[in-house]
């Protein structure tokens, strides 16, 4: 078995083997990987994991604030009688770096280049999907109590959705 990072995910300076086979150890300690446990695992300097941090404090918690604006900025939604909630704010990663980041939705729709990008943020996590859903589907079938009918059922409607965002010409 060989580690990779997955591509669009976290790159750590770290080679994916070092990280891959740390995470394993952690898991064999304590039977289930949560983040905090690894923080701490990783705390110490010769941790194999401690690169892979932040650890100044400020900077750290700076990181973390701004983790929670991206949060909280996704978290507001309008409300209409008789309309499902909708987003207020839709990120696009714009190629311009002082226009990358998040822009009212109405903004977005009226603008081709944002719209277009927009819909290519969403292929792109449609593929993501796409791909963790296979992941699952093939381990399930090496599991006799795998739930492969049920994870079909997902695929297919994430199959869908890829060929209605393919069918607008996205990605």
């Known amino acids: 078995m060989a580690f990779e990072y997955r591509e669009g995910s976290f790159h750590s300076s770290l080679h994916p083997e070092v990280v891959g086979r740390e995470l394993n150890r952690i898991y064999d300690e304590f039977g289930v990987l949560h983040p905090d446990v690894v923080v701490e695992k990783a705390r110490p300097p010769r941790s194999p994991l401690h690169a892979a941090f932040e650890w100044d404090d400020q900077k750290a918690a700076e990181s973390h604030r701004i983790w929670q604006a991206r949060t909280l900025i996704k978290s507001v939604v309008v409300t209409q009688p008789d309309h499902a909630p909708q987003t207020v704010y839709v990120n696009v990663r714009m190629t311009d770096p002082d226009k990358r980041g998040y822009h009212p939705l109405e903004t977005v729709i009226r603008q081709p280049v944002m719209l ?56």
């Open 116 to 171: 277009e990008l927009a819909l290519m943020d969403i292929r792109k996590k449609l593929d993501s999907l796409s791909g963790s859903l296979d992941t699952l589907m093939e381990a399930s079938r090496e599991n006799p109590q795998g739930q492969s009918r049920e994870i079909k059922k997902v695929i297919r409607a994430v199959q869908q959705a890829r060929e209605s965002a393919a069918s607008l010409g996205i990605g």
